[in-house]
């Protein structure tokens, strides 16, 4: 539908991003982003919250004892961005020697620099080799469960289904644990609730959703006809990029979540769009894995490394040079040594 396609290269950094249509879950609309909703959700409604929150414990311990016994480390680049991947990638299928490639991958996928195209290549060629292995030989896991599905898909739209589940889950949730730990770091508010026990951990997760939410833009959408809105007037053909952080931040809401939290006495509004809303949102269950992941990390950071201090001025972090995610592209910090668990990667 975009008005665009014609002016746009072929090797246009951004274009795995915003997309050419494709059968995924993503891309489709209508009923045939209902099939694709109806193979995935269950698929993901069937993992096991304990077993996601016990991966998630191992493979945060075995992150945090590669750094542990030297007191410094980049938060980002050892463990928040790791961490997510190396969990989806178990809850889909993958060992684990292939998770810390799939992290690569993505970084350069959402960075959208030169290397996005090819990194979108390899990423399909991960899945692609994922969808024949579980052919062959299923176990328990999101992409057996998806194959087992009784309404058949191809293999092409199994392993694009996969890539959207993956992308979309790794990298916000990423973001999420490092702009927790980040303001953790920074600001007392969130120091105050980060360090005062596990239920402030949800509460201050739901804070930085409001306030630094990992998902800032959603493209690939465009306008079916001309219409008319916010006094802007959009062609047909117009690619809309919804602003997911701006809708956060609307003066008008915002007053209303700030009253709501007054009459309650507390500030657990979770009505933030940022897993965007309506039957285009993050499904429910892949929400949850998020949350489980983030929370986990956190609380599993703050366990091993209670004296994290941020090693640099925070003046000099810097965001990640992406349009669509909002996070550091470093955190440094130190802390006190202290004794690996014995599970290091």
């Known amino acids: 539908l975009w008005n665009q396609w014609p002016n746009i290269p072929a090797d246009w950094p951004l274009l795995p991003m915003v997309g ?22 269950p698929a993901l409604e069937e993992a096991d919250p304990f077993e996601i929150r016990q991966h998630c414990e191992q493979l945060a311990d075995r992150l945090i004892d590669t750094v ?39 970084k350069d996928l959402a960075d959208g620099g030169p290397e996005a195209q090819k990194a979108h290549l390899r990423f399909g060629e991960h899945m692609a080799r994922l969808v024949a292995a579980k052919r062959a030989r299923p176990g328990d896991d999101v992409t057996s469960r998806m194959l087992a599905h ?19 889950g790794h990298l916000t949730t990423a973001d999420w644990i490092s702009n927790s730990t980040r303001l953790m770091l920074t600001e007392d508010q969130f120091a105050d609730a980060l360090s005062g026990g596990r239920h402030s951990v949800a509460e201050a997760m739901n804070e930085v959703l409001w306030e630094d939410g990992p998902t ?27 602003g997911l952080g701006a809708a956060n931040a ?5 007053q209303q979540v700030t009253a709501s939290a007054v009459r309650s006495g507390q500030g657990g509004n979770s009505a933030h769009l940022a897993f965007s809303h309506g039957e285009y949102r993050c499904p429910f269950p892949a929400q949850e894995i998020a949350e489980i992941i983030a929370r986990t990390g956190i609380e599993v950071l703050l366990d ?3 004296d994290l201090e941020l090693a640099v001025p925070a003046t000099e972090l810097v965001r990640r040079p992406s349009a669509f995610l909002r996070g550091t592209t470093a955190l440094p910090v130190r802390f006190t040594p202290v004794r690996t668990t014995g599970d290091a990667l």
Do not use: K
Request: aromatic share 6%; glycine share 6%.
């Open 150 to 168: 009784p309404e058949p898909f191809t293999d092409e739209e199994y392993a694009l289904d996969l890539m959207a589940i993956t992308a979309a």
């Open 20 to 41: 050419t249509p494709m059968p995924s879950i993503y891309f489709t609309a209508g009923a045939e982003h209902r099939r694709h909703v109806g193979m995935v959700v």
């Open 304 to 306: 091993r490394l209670p």
């Open 216 to 242: 800032q833009i959603l493209a690939g959408r465009w306008a079916a006809r001309d219409t008319r809105l916010g006094e802007q007037n959009i062609a047909r053909g117009d690619m809309l990029l919804l």
């Open 250 to 254: 609307d003066p008008h809401i915002r």
């Open 68 to 106: 542990c016994t030297r007191g410094t480390a980049d938060l980002v680049a050892e463990y928040a961005e790791p961490l997510p991947v190396l969990v989806l990638a178990r809850l889909v299928g993958f060992p684990d020697d292939e998770g810390a490639d799939i992290a690569r991958v993505l």
